[in-house]
């Protein structure tokens, strides 16, 4: 029983260690955990279109508007030249609250840091616009004819965020 | 058992967010614990639930995940996006038997890909009812593996059948 003890003690130690590692040193997420301060390089510039992120099949974003820089995976559009967020509620709503407390984020792409903020996209004709786009790049499922909202339905909700560039100092 | 022992059992689950349970969040799991209920013949009550639990049987272990899933015409039909890149898919294929949980119930069945690339898809029909909160007039799921430069998730679809009864 001692020796079950130890074993069961060093395991929670290991498992606190690598959770502890995830979260303040990896670098940005560890597949779906979030983490902490995302690695790279501060870019240089920013593009003014952004559709190229759209090859990759998440965004890795990083918040710091609590005590510890807090990073995740997140679904994401490029629409018009523009990054936006897809945050489903089902996956949580960790980021959401950080970015209602404090928008400004920083998203990394092909190894380069882009400081940004994030302006809540609530404008019925925006989301509008980007119903069919996402639901063929996130479901692939194509689709066309009108659109209604289905009366009472506890449809999860999607909070989308546009991406604009920081006010210029 | 020693107060020790049952702070490290607990420390160690509380620390691996996981469990040998199932899987909790984000986090994969093990295999799903409870005896399975008997198969439903209709899964519609399925829709009172956003996310579902699937156990799958890997090469030596168990392996549990969360999941999105609808139902159908009474039928239960899971998806996975990115599904090549998926474990919980990759065992699927190997070996289809799989254990539900839905409520906190545990059902078994048997998972069965289909192809889905009919012009207006009832299931995809359904799956934007339930998670957009949308009624399309036609809605058609793209199947196969996205074009290049096409950037769509490929999404494959599992339809779940009852288990195969023991011979």
Known sequence: MRRFAWVSLALALLAGGFLGWARLFAGGPVAQMPGGRLRGT?????????????????????????????????????????????????FGDGLKRRLDDDPRVRVELDGELYDQV??????EQALGSLLAPVIRRQFAIEISGAVRPVAGARAAELWVYRLDDPPAR | MRPAAVLGILATLALCACGPW???????????????????ADWSFTEAHPLIAIETRGRWFRHSVTILCVAAEGKLYVMARHAPTK??????????RVRLEIGGRIYEGRAVRVDDAQDDSPVARAFLRKYVGV?????????????????????WTFRIDPPEAPS
Do not use: M
């Open chain 2, 87 to 96: 474990r919980w898919v990759q065992n699927a294929i190997a070996d289809p």
């Open chain 1, 118 to 123: 994030a302006v809540p996209v609530v404008d």
């Open chain 2, 135 to 155: 009624e399309v007039e036609r809605a058609r799921a793209l199947t196969g593996p996205p074009a290049p430069g096409d950037d769509r998730a490929e999404v």
């Open chain 2, 22 to 40: 199932g899987p909790k969040g984000v986090f994969p799991g093990g295999p799903l614990r409870g005896a399975a209920e008997p198969t439903p």
């Open chain 1, 42 to 90: 501060p870019a240089a510039e920013r593009p003014t279109d952004w559709s190229f992120a759209n090859r990759e099949p998440y965004l890795l974003v990083e918040s710091d508007a609590w005590t510890l820089p807090y990073s995740a995976s997140v679904w994401f559009l490029a629409h018009r030249g523009r990054l936006h967020l897809l945050l489903p509620s089902f």
